[in-house]
């Protein structure tokens, strides 16, 4: 079972205790995973038909879902049936994980000692938190922050005025000048008294030879992780919310945003100020033109344009019968 290097992690607790019902078979919950990734010991959540296929085959020892859903989950998972399964999820991670609701201040940041990363050109101010991992000749800009437990591969350039946390950063990285990597995303159950903040959990995960343009913000997963393929380069003020999944080889350009979970194949080509809504599957090869809206799936080798955005031929076609 791996160990959230991030994250305090309370627990286990007996699921009668966590949903305070002592009808509940008595079961000892270590952590909270995705369908894909939750062992027998694990709580995990389904609130999707979308996810059906990982749901049938999951591991997990306890599963939140709904009363639709529950049929697509094996027979030994415990089922939790809640009418909102985001919310019940909410409250199961955050006592898991009181202290990942909000990204407190790294109390452990110091000025780099030369002597521990002797290998390793500083800029001024930089601050360094503590069991951090920087590779040789790697360079770090002035004003940079790096927080508790990041590490970084071998040969990056690390722009002026970033901060780094909650991430996993590969060799021949470029991080360019007030890029925010690793950052609680946008995640909360609205409700008429206080909103209930979703505890970001996840981390980031750059591959080697990943370039991030100016400004660009990468927030970290959720319950899953945020990862970048290799020799894939964003340009200026990009956008990525949590567990989105961008493959190897992809080519952004600058505004784009990418909503919560979605998952990008290799080789893809996104034009300037599109957007990318949540939890779609966008295929490898895949061109999308600059200002589009993508709210569906996308196959493999497919060019799109428009808002929504449509197939090129039939973008072109709308656009010439308008004439």
Do not use: W
Not at 122 to 147: A, C, D, M, R, W
Not at 251 to 267: E, K, R
């Amino acid at each position: 079972m791996s160990k959230n290097i991030f994250f305090e992690r309370k627990g286990p607790f007996s699921i009668k205790n966590l949903f305070n019902n002592k009808n509940l078979k008595d079961l000892k919950i270590t952590d909270v995973k995705t369908l894909d990734k939750a062992g027998s010991s694990e709580i995990t959540f389904f609130d999707s038909v979308k996810y059906k296929d990982i749901a049938e085959t999951t591991k997990a020892g306890c599963c939140i879902t709904t009363k639709k859903l529950e049929n697509y989950l094996p027979q030994n998972c415990l089922k939790i049936l809640t009418k909102s399964v985001l919310f019940e999820l909410a409250v199961i991670t955050r006592k898991f994980y009181p202290n990942a609701d909000i990204d407190y201040p790294d109390k452990s940041l110091k000025k780099p000692k030369k002597s521990n990363f002797n290998k390793v050109k500083f800029g001024n101010n930089v601050l360094i938190g503590k069991n951090v991992k920087l590779g040789k000749n790697t360079i770090i800009g002035s004003n940079t922050i790096i927080e508790q437990n990041v590490s970084i591969g071998a040969n990056c350039v690390i722009g002026s005025s970033v901060i780094i946390k909650n991430s996993i950063i590969g060799d021949k990285v470029v991080i360019q000048d007030g890029c925010k990597v690793g950052l609680k995303g946008f995640g909360f159950i609205p409700l008429k008294e206080k909103n209930l903040r979703f505890p970001h959990i996840g981390k980031v995960i750059l591959k080697d030879n990943v370039e991030l343009g100016a400004a660009c913000t990468i927030d970290r997963g959720s319950v899953d992780d945020t990862i970048i393929g290799q020799n894939t380069f964003l340009d200026n003020q990009v956008h990525m919310a949590h567990n989105v999944k961008l493959g190897k080889n992809c080519m952004i350009a600058g505004q784009v945003g990418f909503a919560g979970s979605s998952t990008l194949g290799d080789n893809v080509s996104i034009g300037g100020q599109a957007g990318i809504s949540g939890h779609l599957r966008i295929g490898n090869n895949v061109k999308i033109g600059g200002g589009s809206g993508v709210v569906k799936d996308i196959e493999d080798n497919t060019v799109v344009m428009g808002y929504p955005a449509v197939p090129l031929k039939e973008f072109l076609k709308k656009g010439n019968s308008n004439e």
